[in-house]
């Protein structure tokens, strides 16, 4: 019994390490393309976000400089927030 104690908590904090590599990341750049028809965002380094459909448009233009926080969804960097940086 005791064994099998030690071996479930062992995989508990195996699996529960690798939820800390899933941390959102953050971008900071200038727009080069903002596209809401397709819901997507570009920056000038090349760094192409998609947008969720739940994303609200704070009136980003191109040019301006935004935080972009971002996850991957499979192949994808998907925005989770934008925001114009100071």
């Not at 192949?75 to 100071?86: D, M, P, T």
């Given at each position: 019994m005791r064994k099998i104690i030690v071996s479930a908590a062992a995989a508990a904090l195996l699996?529960?390490?690798?939820?800390?590599?899933?941390?959102?990341?953050?971008?900071?750049?200038?727009?080069?393309?903002?596209?809401?028809?397709?819901?997507?965002?570009?920056l000038d380094d090349g760094s192409s976000f998609t947008l969720p459909k739940t994303f609200k448009d704070p009136g980003l233009t191109v040019g301006e400089k935004v935080r972009v926080s971002w996850d991957m969804k499979g192949?994808?960097?998907?925005?989770?927030?934008?925001?114009?940086?100071?």
């Open positions: 699996a529960s390490g690798s939820v800390a590599f899933a941390a959102v990341k953050h971008t900071t750049g200038t727009i080069k393309t903002f596209d809401t028809t397709a819901m997507s965002l570009v192949k994808n960097k998907v925005a989770e927030a934008v925001k114009v940086a100071k």
